[in-house]
């Protein structure tokens, strides 16, 4: 059972810690995807500042794209091409991404006009992809690599306890 509690930390490799200890709490014993990507994206919400939009978007063998999924924030894009914009670039890639200025990115796809940073980070299970976890800021350079290794960290929890 998840219980709120101030995240204290004296630097973000202890914030990520700590976040994701509350998420192996939150999502211990519960295999759903969709409970777990829900409840994922709600936490990341509350817990992280700056930030204007926290989700998922899921990857459809079938369609060869990626399907928008459980989130928090203004309504999104709902596919997403291969390839295309910083969410699909990660899913062709399979790595992590940040994005100091979406607006430099080339074929960004803007689903919220406020965004102005972004990280990404692939979902993979047993060398499978199942989505990506998409984070934008309307703050420019919001993000750095310390935060994608953070939510690797955090995306590793959610595979831990999630059947997809």
């Known amino acids: 059972m998840f219980t709120e509690s ?9 914030f990520y810690d700590q976040i994701a200890e509350q998420l192996h709490h939150l999502l211990a014993g519960e295999p759903n995807a969709i ?32 399907i928008l999924g459980p989130f928090q924030g203004k309504p999104a894009c709902i596919r997403i091409p291969s390839g295309k914009g910083v969410c699909g670039a990660v899913a062709t890639k399979r790595q992590a991404m940040v994005v100091e200025d979406v607006f430099s990115f080339p ?4 689903c919220d006009p406020a965004s102005r940073s972004e990280v990404v980070v692939p979902i993979v299970v047993e060398g499978k992809l ?3 976890l998409d984070i934008d800021s309307p ?21 831990k306890h999630t059947q997809f």
């Open 139 to 159: 703050t420019p350079a919001r993000f750095d690599e310390e935060d994608a290794r953070g939510l690797e960290q955090a995306v590793a929890v959610l595979c």
């Open 130 to 132: 199942i989505g990506v």
């Open 6 to 14: 101030a995240i204290e930390a004296n630097n973000k490799q202890q």
């Open 107 to 110: 074929g960004h796809i803007a």
């Open 35 to 66: 409970a777990n990507l829900s409840n994922m994206s709600s936490l990341l919400n509350l817990y992280l500042k700056d930030i204007n939009w926290v989700g998922f978007y899921l990857w459809s063998e079938d369609d060869g794209e990626l």
